[in-house]
């Protein structure tokens, strides 16, 4: 129960700072690094916001459904990002995250078909070393959640 009380209120800190992150109909890097980071940490709080609440539904989420519910999350971020009208010189790095996103996404999907257990733990572990190069150049970029916690949620 506090669990998802931290979340909701999580969820909704983002919702506040979000508005105030777009600059007009383009974003100043500035502007582009702190609407990233605020759509990675809302896409693990999504998909923890998803078990907890299977959990406070008296539904278990098996360790696949938790995996494919952050594959969602990843697919969901992979548009807002693609969709996030930047200047011409943080083109590149937005394609790259929308791309590495979808490809996370396609990864996470393919994981959450594995045999239970240790056969989704291992294509999870896998999916995530597959992102690593790509969260390191968020990083790199200068996003602080981005290509950081998200890469390391399972």
Known sequence: MA?????IAAVAALAIVLPGCGFNDQL?????????DVICGQTILRSI???????????????AGRVRSLAQAYAAAAGRVRRLPVD???????NRMAGAFA????????ASRQSAGAGVT???????AAFAADARAMQAYGFN??????????
């Open 103 to 110: 490809a996370e996404s396609s990864r996470l999907a393919a």
């Open 49 to 63: 916001f998803a078990a907890n609440h299977a959990a406070e539904t008296g539904r278990r989420l098996t360790q």
């Open 122 to 128: 291992r294509a999870v572990l896998r999916a995530y």
């Open 3 to 7: 669990v998802s009380s931290l979340a």
């Open 88 to 94: 011409d010189r943080d083109e590149a790095m937005r």
């Open 28 to 36: 100043t890097r500035r502007g582009f690094i702190q609407t990233g």
């Open 145 to 154: 959640i981005c290509g950081g916690a998200a890469s390391q949620r399972t």
